[in-house]
């Protein structure tokens, strides 16, 4: 299986900070790699797919790069409603697997 | 636009078995996989499985097989994940999604399981 390891695994920002959020995968999955927000008590949203490509209606302030083993997801300007957890997930093969969760806090 | 709804909360006793419902509208069911995700209190998400709706491929992660079973109907549009022999530790927030532009672009609302004596 395909681990992936998500860091940090919290961090503390404020309100027009700019927030990076690194994922590694043990093996090369070119870029099957997705991005996804979860607030409290709410299903995940789906950011970005292709490593790098913003779902419909998601704001640009979201990006993500990288490919083969590494990436990152990037928040340009933090605002209020970005405090949440986010995970990073694989589906390059079976069994998909998730990052352990980044929880980005209020400082 | 996709939307998946799942099904109300279940309680149940070790030992018992459970079956989750997804049910999807507005849009083409039977071309498409749906994944099953679950979530324990304070945890992050765990994937479960695969099931192609069209022609009921599966893929199951290894550490359930034996004790899930998911299946489709086409005509209703509704995607079902039944999980047996349960335990304490199978108390979870259990999600299903389909797929878009990855394999798990929509998601259910999520259905609490909780499993106690």
């Known amino acids: 299986d395909i681990q992936m390891t998500q860091s940090p695994s919290s961090l503390s920002a404020s309100v027009g900070d700019r927030v990076t959020i690194t994922c590694r995968a043990t093996?090369?999955?070119?870029?099957?790699l997705a991005w996804f927000q979860q607030k409290p008590g709410k299903a995940p949203k789906s950011l970005i797919y292709?490593?790098?490509s913003l779902q419909s209606g998601v704001p640009s302030k979201f990006s993500g790069s990288g490919s083969g083993t590494d990436f990152t997801l990037t928040i340009s300007s933090l605002q209020p409603e970005d405090f949440a957890t986010y995970y990073c997930?694989?589906?390059?093969?079976?069994?998909?697997?998730f990052g352990g969760g980044t929880k980005v806090e209020v400082k | 636009q996709v939307q998946l709804v799942q099904s109300g909360a279940e309680v149940k006793k070790p030992g018992a078995s459970v079956k989750v419902s997804c049910k999807a509208s507005?849009?083409?069911?039977?071309?498409?996989?749906i994944s099953w995700v679950r979530q324990a209190p304070g945890q992050g998400l765990e994937w479960m499985g695969w099931?192609?709706?069209?022609?009921?491929?599966?893929s199951y992660a290894q550490k359930f097989k034996g004790r899930v079973t998911m299946t489709t109907d086409t005509s209703t549009s509704t995607a079902y994940m039944e999980l047996r022999s349960l335990r304490s530790d199978d108390t979870a927030i259990y999600y299903c999604?389909?797929?878009?532009?990855?394999?798990?672009?929509?998601w259910g609302q999520g259905t609490t399981v909780t499993v106690s004596s």
């Open positions: 999604a389909t797929e878009g532009k990855s394999l798990t672009d929509v």
């Open positions: 507005t849009y083409t069911f039977s071309s498409s996989g």
């Open positions: 099931i192609n709706a069209y022609n009921g491929e599966r």
């Open positions: 093996q090369d999955i070119s870029n099957y």
């Open positions: 292709a490593a790098s």
């Open positions: 997930q694989q589906y390059n093969s079976y069994p998909l697997t």
